[in-house]
């Protein structure tokens, strides 16, 4: 069993895991000496891309194995369950804490801070064999890494990201987000994006930040003075074009519950582990993603006529760059590259914060 210190040791440290806009769908509630209880939650009802949960599940499964590392450099084997009787809106998943004679620490462990997301080009340095050996390897037996490296398949991926960002800004839903989750002149931000990590420049984020007023100042923009054209150029073209890879993690058994999307976040966080370990960093791609999710089940993204249509347009596009087959598996889309280390990111919450009291309620 191990002790209360190293147990807050471990959640400071498993704090650090990605979610999708920083939203950090977690809380803990330290049991016993030895066991937290992780209250996950999603944000489906008031977030257009956490179709039917599956970014905070797959959140969830990048904080759990985040916790799994971050306990074998303090000597101890986390391991965890979920447990029965709750919903995949809430799930609470058990995970056990004991310390072990010889564990070993995890390769990835020093990299658990240093993992961030780089909005911006990076070089086109192509990967080494090496790289690839192990950004491969990283995803485990059930999933298949599929890369696109050559120019000509990198332009083909910043195609497909070119038009997906245009539902991206011109849907209302996704409107009610972007305006929630930029922190306006902020370096760092706690539980949110600060303006500076965005990736665009500053006189595109001033004007950003005035037009994301009103959703009538975005319409009028994106209809009659080509609002979308700089935010797409900087956010997409541009950075699809600047990277030495996109790629594809590919469930090899299509997912078919909240496990299965628990079970890719672990994926991609030992994929984004490795790559920040190998040299590189990485940007999630994940707009494709979540439109082929909407597609696949039949669902509406948005009440504007002909998103939709487009939607499902792009789902067909994303089949024929995958394979029909593939694109049902697909999880994860991502670019990587080598950079420097971008000097603005998304913090954490203070742990205090994230921790709940013995009965459930809080935080505190």
Same mark, same amino acid.
């Given at each position: 069993?191990?002790? !209360?210190?190293?147990?807050?040791?471990?959640?400071?440290?498993?704090?650090?895991?990605?979610?999708?806009?920083?939203?950090?769908?977690?809380?803990?509630?330290?049991?016993?000496?030895?066991?937290?209880?992780?209250?996950?939650?999603?944000?489906?009802?008031?977030?257009?891309?956490?179709?039917? *949960? %599956?970014?905070?599940?797959?959140?969830?499964?990048?904080?759990?194995?985040?916790?799994?590392?971050?306990?074998?450099?303090?000597?101890?084997?986390?391991?965890?369950?979920? !447990?029965?009787? *709750?919903?995949?809106?809430?799930?609470?998943?058990?995970?056990?804490?004991?310390?072990?004679?010889?564990?070993?620490?995890?390769?990835?462990?020093?990299?658990?801070?240093?993992?961030?997301?780089?909005?911006?080009?990076? %070089?086109?340095?192509?990967?080494?064999?090496?790289?690839?050996?192990?950004?491969?390897?990283?995803?485990?037996?059930?999933?298949?890494?599929?890369?696109?490296?050559?120019?000509?398949?990198?332009?083909?991926?910043?195609?497909?990201?070119?038009?997906?960002? %245009?539902?991206?800004?011109?849907?209302?839903?996704?409107?009610?987000?972007?305006?929630?989750?930029?922190?306006?002149?902020?370096?760092?931000?706690?539980?949110?994006?600060?303006?500076?990590?965005?990736?665009?420049?500053?006189?595109?984020?001033?004007?950003?930040?005035?037009?994301?007023?009103?959703?009538? %100042?975005?319409?009028?923009?994106?209809?009659?003075?080509?609002?979308?054209?700089?935010?797409?150029?900087?956010?997409?073209?541009?950075?699809?074009?600047?990277?030495?890879?996109?790629?594809?993690?590919?469930?090899?058994?299509?997912?078919? *519950?909240?496990?299965?999307?628990?079970?890719?976040?672990?994926?991609?966080?030992?994929?984004?582990?490795?790559?920040?370990?190998?040299?590189?960093?990485?940007?999630?791609?994940?707009?494709?993603?979540?439109?082929?999710?909407?597609?696949?089940?039949?669902?509406?993204?948005? !009440?504007?006529?002909?998103?939709?249509?487009?939607?499902?347009?792009?789902?067909?596009?994303?089949?024929?760059?995958?394979?029909?087959?593939?694109?049902?598996?697909?999880?994860?889309?991502? !670019?990587?590259?080598?950079?420097?280390?971008?000097?603005?990111?998304?913090?954490?919450?203070?742990?205090?914060?994230?921790?709940?009291?013995?009965?459930?309620?809080?935080?505190?």
């Amino acid at each position: 069993m191990s002790d !209360r210190d190293t147990l807050v040791r471990i959640l400071e440290l498993g704090r650090w895991a990605p979610s999708g806009d920083n939203t950090q769908p977690w809380r803990f509630e330290i049991v016993e000496d030895g066991l937290v209880l992780v209250h996950g939650f999603d944000t489906r009802d008031e977030v257009v891309y956490d179709f039917a *949960g %599956r970014a905070s599940h797959i959140a969830h499964g990048a904080l759990l194995e985040t916790l799994r590392i971050a306990a074998s450099g303090h000597g101890c084997v986390a391991t965890w369950a979920l !447990r029965s009787g *709750g919903d995949d809106r809430r799930p609470v998943y058990e995970v056990r804490v004991r310390r072990a004679q010889g564990v070993p620490v995890d390769p990835l462990f020093p990299f658990i801070e240093q993992r961030v997301v780089q909005r911006r080009p990076m %070089r086109t340095t192509p990967l080494t064999a090496d790289q690839r050996k192990a950004l491969s390897a990283s995803v485990g037996d059930a999933y298949e890494l599929r890369l696109f490296e050559t120019f000509s398949a990198r332009a083909a991926v910043a195609r497909l990201l070119w038009d997906n960002a %245009r539902i991206r800004l011109t849907c209302p839903e996704a409107f009610e987000v972007h305006r929630h989750v930029i922190e306006w002149g902020a370096r760092f931000s706690e539980d949110r994006i600060p303006e500076q990590a965005v990736g665009v420049d500053p006189l595109t984020a001033r004007l950003m930040r005035w037009v994301m007023r009103s959703w009538e %100042r975005v319409d009028f923009f994106n209809k009659y003075l080509m609002g979308t054209l700089a935010p797409r150029l900087q956010l997409d073209l541009l950075p699809a074009l600047g990277c030495a890879a996109h790629l594809c993690v590919l469930a090899r058994q299509r997912p078919a *519950g909240m496990l299965d999307y628990v079970g890719a976040g672990i994926a991609m966080q030992r994929l984004w582990l490795t790559a920040h370990a190998v040299g590189l960093h990485l940007q999630p791609e994940m707009t494709p993603v979540i439109f082929n999710w909407y597609a696949g089940a039949g669902c509406s993204l948005s !009440r504007r006529p002909g998103i939709d249509d487009r939607v499902r347009l792009l789902a067909g596009r994303l089949g024929s760059l995958l394979g029909a087959d593939a694109a049902g598996g697909l999880v994860v889309m991502g !670019r990587v590259g080598v950079s420097s280390p971008p000097a603005s990111r998304s913090t954490r919450k203070a742990l205090a914060a994230l921790m709940l009291e013995r009965d459930g309620a809080g935080p505190r």
